[in-house]
């Protein structure tokens, strides 16, 4: 039985809650009162377990890189993340929480996304249930990640496009929350991340939580202990980091190492590194660590990644980080993108930009001899190739500079 655990108010130390608008009232107490139940059901772990198998692709596999091995003398093992259905995490939680809105006889799903992973992953499941589908998305976010909006509309899905604030993953989650207010009975809000009032982050944490369920069997499999010495994942609302670490939290040996998008520098003012420079407040209904002024004014995020351009952080990382037990490392675009060309060349995959952020981090840690690191490879690149190609002339000379010495 897993030790770490929200407490009845949903708090994970002073991090957490449910701040909610009275308008919301009656949806969170619903969910709140059902949703354990719901998931431990005998019917509801039964389809979870089928549609991630037969639908999803699971287990997703544990791929020892030999290359990057070699590089950083330690056993680096990636957790394929992007060989799931639709090519990122979160897939995981969008197929747990439509389950949850069939029992709760929901007919029609709301949902932010900012990358377009979390919104092609709503799209999917509601086009699988023959559910309504709504995603918000920023204005900025539909121009950067184009090819997840065309998926959107093909799956059957409408794209509200989001005009204000910085355009971004923040104030589309903003209207999907007032969305939600104006349709309290009919409608289910698909959260995308381990974010929101309680019990949001724990019920994505949960569904996430199969990927480290996986890696302990996996590593067992593979190196005769079920253990890593260290696990990094990238982190923007901190799903995908939840669910790698979840199985882990307790075992303190285990080092968990969460990477946040430094944009284009941790102090230039254009970053999105909330453990640094955020302080306590609230946002989207939860007590957790944002970025924000003197006087509470959040601070517009910065990151050439649209899935970590986000000032918050869920509040299990708020409280997994001021603890301790979890440590950050901080990463620019430049160095995100030097990483995403560098794990194509060496291992011939190309990671989302979110993902590159945690291969990035390889070079800020010194490893013991031989150490057991799994990353989680949490999405693959193709949505982010215009990005990529727009810096292609940068990267691909650099390698032919290095080779010629
Ligand atoms: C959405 C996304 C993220 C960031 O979200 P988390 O909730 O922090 O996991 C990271 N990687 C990929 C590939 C994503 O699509």
Redesign the pocket.
Known sequence: MQQYQINEDGFYGNFGGAYIPEMLYPNIEELKNKYTDIIKSEQFQQSFRLLLKDYVGRPSPLYFAKRLSQQYKAQIYLKR??LCHT????INNTIGQILLAKSLKKSRIIAE??????GVATATVCALMGMECIVYMGAHDIQRQAPNVGRMKMLGAKVIAVHSGSKTLKDATNEAIRDWISHPTNTHYII????GPHPYPDM?ARF?SVISEEIQLQLMEQTGRDYPDKII???????????AFYHYIDQTKVDLIAVEAAGAGLYSGKSAATSVLGTEGIIHASKTLLMQTADGQIVEPHSI????D?PGI?PMHAHLLTTKRAKAIAITDQEALQAAYHLSQVEGII?????AHAFAALEKIRFHKNEVVVVNL???GDKDLQTYLKYADQFINQKHKSDAK
């Open positions: 993340e992007d090519g990122a995490h979160k996304t900012g990358a377009g992973q979390h995308g991340s381990v974010v994505v996430q994942a990238c982190v923007g609302g901190g799903s995908n980091a939840a669910g990644s649209a899935g970590l986000y869920g990671p989302a930009l979110e993902t949490s999405g693959r």
